[in-house]
T-cell receptor
Framework: EAQVTQNPRYLITVTGKKLTVTCSQN?????MSWYRQDPGLGLRQIYYSMNVEVTDKGDVPEGYKVSRKEKRNFPLILESPSPNQTSLYFC????????????FGPGTRLTVT | AQSVAQPEDQVNVAEGNPLTVKCTYS??????LFWYVQYPNRGLQFLLKYITGDNLVKGSYGFEAEFNKSQTSFHLKKPSALVSDSALYFCAGSLSFSGGYNKLIFGAGTRLAVHP
């Protein structure tokens, strides 16, 4: 089954404790993105990757890091989480650089206390 | 600034009635426009997209959307609403960068509630 998977689905952590949210897709997609969803703001892009070892900032990259060492994986790293990073996070992938639809993971709900 | 707007936070419809979820856009050049749906505790699911051609686009689950260039709108419609259509709907527009990658800009979302 074609899918994007994320882990963990739910995470409660404390300020400053490094964490990683994993994302993996099995569709051989080149393009992957991370978004955060906040009420009234829709989805905002954090980082995106056009291919292995090629990543770039989205609209809200502060406080986040990413890496793309393999085509299928695109982990999101929070080196020192803060309460304002409490949000719902989605990973997405798409086939090519054209106007293709993005496939979304199930989401990770992160709470930073 | 390029943007996508969904003017209604919530839309309430009786089951069996037609529904419309509104979206307007401000994207330079030829816009690529999308609708996604989010059910509780799930990721976003693609419904339909407009790239070029016919202004009426048909998508999944009986939904369709009408692209109107003069009004810069891309409203989502369905002739007869089902209770199971109740969900959060997002409109999105796609930007082209010099490298060819199309970035999605999302509206804030509209919650659709279909009542029996």
């Amino acid at each position: 089954e074609a899918q994007v998977t994320q882990n963990p689905r739910y995470l409660i952590t404390v300020t400053g404790k490094k964490l990683t949210v994993t994302c993996s897709q099995n569709m051989n997609h080149e393009y992957m993105s991370w978004y955060r969803q906040d009420p009234g703001l829709g989805l905002r892009q954090i980082y995106y990757s056009m291919n292995v070892e090629v990543t770039d900032k989205g609209d809200v990259p502060e406080g986040y890091k990413v890496s793309r060492k393999e085509k299928r994986n695109f982990p999101l790293i929070l080196e020192s989480p803060s309460p304002n990073q409490t949000s719902l996070y989605f990973c997405a992938s798409s086939a090519d650089r054209g106007p293709y639809e993005q496939y979304f993971g199930p989401g990770t709900r992160l709470t930073v206390t | 600034a390029q943007s996508v707007a969904q003017p209604e936070d919530q839309v309430n419809v009786a089951e069996g009635n037609p529904l419309t979820v509104k979206c307007t856009y401000s994207v330079s050049g030829n816009p690529y426009l999308f609708w996604y749906v989010q059910y509780p505790n799930r990721g976003l699911q693609f419904l339909l997209k407009y790239i070029t051609g016919d202004n009426l686009v048909k998508g999944s689950y009986g939904f369709e959307a009408e692209f109107n260039k003069s009004q810069t709108s891309f409203h989502l419609k369905k002739p007869s609403a089902l209770v199971s259509d109740s969900a959060l709907y997002f409109c999105a527009g796609s930007l082209s960068f010099s490298g060819g990658y199309n970035k999605l800009i999302f509206g804030a979302g509209t919650r659709l509630a279909v009542h029996p």
